[in-house]
C-alpha cells in the first residue's frame, strides 16, 4: 500500500500547488490556462477566439480577460486579468525525465480535475495553431478531457514541469516543457513585449505547389520556397526581395521547406544572406532585421494556392 499511499500524496500534493492557480478559459471551458504572475494567466493561442475571453477561476469567480502578449508560433498567450491572491504556482528545476511520475490539473467548468501519468518521451515536435513545427515537447500519459490544453503538468513535488497543449490520441499528449525558454518567453509575453522570433517578411508557397506555379510560366524544377508576398518595410522588402523570387538557401542553409526555414532564423544573427533564383538568375541579397524592425506582419508561412 505504500506506493499507492505515495501516489495519492503526490496527487494530493499537486492540487493543492496548481488548483486554486488554474483557470478555465471560455465560456464552455473550451481551454484551460494558469497564473503565473500577478493579474497575468497563461493558456494557449489555440485557446483564444478574440482579444477578450472569460476566464473562470477554482472559487467559482468569473471575470473576463483582455491579451497582453501573444505568440502564436509557439502556441503561447498571456491575459490580464485580475487574479486576487492567487499565488502563482513554482517552476521546476529541471525536465522530467522518461518514466518520472506527473500530474495534470485542469479547471474545468465542472471542477478541479487532477489525473496522474508518466513522462513517456521528449523533445516530441508538433505542429502550432499558425503551421509552426514546436519541438522539444514532453510526452506523457495522463489523461486529458477536452479542454484541457493550457492546463499544468506537475511532479510530484507540485511544481510546474510543462503546459499541456496537444492530444496525440491512444492515451498520449504533448506539453510545452517549462524550460528557460519557455518561462523568458512568458515573462516578456507578460510585460507585452514582441517575444516572435526573427522574420524575413514574406509569406511563401511551399514544395510541389512552388514547383507547379514555376512550370506553368515555363521555368525549371528546383528546390525552394517562392515568395508569395513581401510585407512592406521588412527586411525582405529593404533587401529587395519579390513576388516570385524562389529561395533556396539562408546563411548557406537550403530550405527545400518552411521547416528548414524556421529552423535557420531560430539560430539567425542580426543579419541573413539568401540566396535566391529570380527567374533563372541565382543571386545573392543581405537581409538585416535590426535595419528594418526584426521584420512585421503575419510572414514567412505557406500560403495556400488553389492547387
Not at 42 to 68: E, I, S, Y
Not at 157 to 182: C, K, M, Q, S, W
Amino acid at each position: 500500500m505504500t506506493v499507492l499511499s505515495d501516489l495519492t500524496d503526490a496527487a494530493r500534493t499537486a492540487l493543492a500547488s496548481a488548483g486554486p492557480a488554474t483557470v478555465a478559459i471560455g465560456r464552455h471551458g473550451r481551454g484551460a490556462g494558469l497564473v503565473v504572475a500577478p493579474n497575468r494567466v497563461l493558456t494557449n493561442a489555440h485557446n483564444l477566439r478574440d482579444r477578450t475571453t472569460q476566464v473562470t477561476f477554482a472559487d467559482g469567480r468569473v471575470d473576463q480577460g483582455r491579451l497582453v502578449g501573444t505568440d502564436a508560433d509557439h502556441d503561447v498567450v498571456v491575459l490580464e486579468v485580475d487574479t486576487g491572491d492567487i499565488a502563482p504556482p513554482a517552476w521546476a528545476d529541471d525536465e522530467p525525465g522518461i518514466g518520472e511520475a506527473v500530474f495534470a490539473v485542469v479547471q474545468s467548468p465542472w471542477g478541479d480535475r487532477v489525473t496522474p501519468g508518466f513522462v513517456s518521451g521528449r523533445g516530441r515536435a508538433f505542429r502550432g495553431p499558425r503551421g509552426r513545427r514546436i519541438k522539444g515537447g514532453v510526452e506523457h500519459t495522463a489523461p486529458l478531457a477536452r479542454g484541457s490544453s493550457g492546463s499544468p503538468l506537475v511532479d510530484a513535488t507540485g511544481r510546474i514541469v510543462a503546459i499541456n497543449t496537444h492530444r496525440l490520441g491512444d492515451g498520449f499528449y504533448l506539453a510545452l516543457p517549462a524550460d528557460a525558454e519557455l518561462r523568458a518567453r512568458v515573462d516578456g509575453l507578460a510585460k507585452g513585449d514582441d517575444v516572435r522570433g526573427k522574420r524575413l517578411g514574406i509569406s511563401v508557397v511551399p514544395g510541389p505547389a512552388a514547383a507547379r506555379l514555376r512550370a506553368k510560366v515555363g521555368l525549371p524544377d528546383q528546390a525552394g520556397l517562392l515568395v508569395a508576398g513581401v510585407v512592406p518595410g521588412s527586411p525582405a522588402d529593404a533587401a529587395g526581395v519579390s513576388e516570385g523570387d524562389l529561395v533556396v538557401a539562408v546563411d548557406g542553409h537550403e530550405t527545400p521547406n518552411v521547416d528548414a526555414l524556421w529552423d535557420v532564423l531560430d539560430d539567425a544573427g542580426d543579419t541573413v544572406v539568401l540566396r535566391l533564383v529570380r527567374g533563372t538568375d541565382e543571386r545573392e541579397v543581405t537581409l538585416s532585421f535590426a535595419a528594418a524592425g526584426g521584420g512585421a506582419g503575419d510572414d514567412d508561412a505557406p500560403r495556400p494556392t488553389g492547387g
